[in-house]
């Protein structure tokens, strides 16, 4: 059984920091890329970043410079460091594993960024 389980979200002040984590379970990590997408309330979910296997990263181009994805194949975990908060970033944040034509998703970690 696949599972993906994030942790890390929270409330914090525009201009703070969070670092988001995905551990994942029931797959070979190693040969899948991960990635985070977002979404708020009314909004299509969106990719906020990616990384393959390689370790090879891309980034929405509004999060660029602010945020950092990471992966510890040795711990099945992927990181989302997310600096320099905006309001515009309060969504729910997802974990996504994808291999191919599979992928599967985490349950989504609230993350509000306000004063």
């Known amino acids: 059984q696949v599972q993906l389980v994030e942790s890390g979200g929270g409330l914090v002040q525009p201009g703070g920091s969070l670092r988001l984590s995905c551990v994942a379970s029931g797959i070979t990590f190693s040969i899948w890329s991960m990635g985070w997408y977002r979404q708020a309330p009314g909004e299509q979910r969106e990719l906020v970043a990616g990384?393959?296997?390689?370790?090879?990263?891309n980034y929405a181009n509004s999060v660029k410079g602010r945020f950092t994805i990471s992966r510890d194949n040795s711990k099945n975990t992927v990181y989302l460091q997310m600096d320099s908060l905006k309001p515009e970033d309060t969504a729910v944040y997802y974990c996504?594993?994808?291999?191919?034509?599979?992928?599967?998703w985490g349950q989504g970690t609230q993350v509000t960024v306000s004063s």
């Open positions: 996504n594993a994808a291999l191919l034509r599979a992928g599967y």
């Open positions: 990384i393959s296997s390689g370790g090879s990263t």
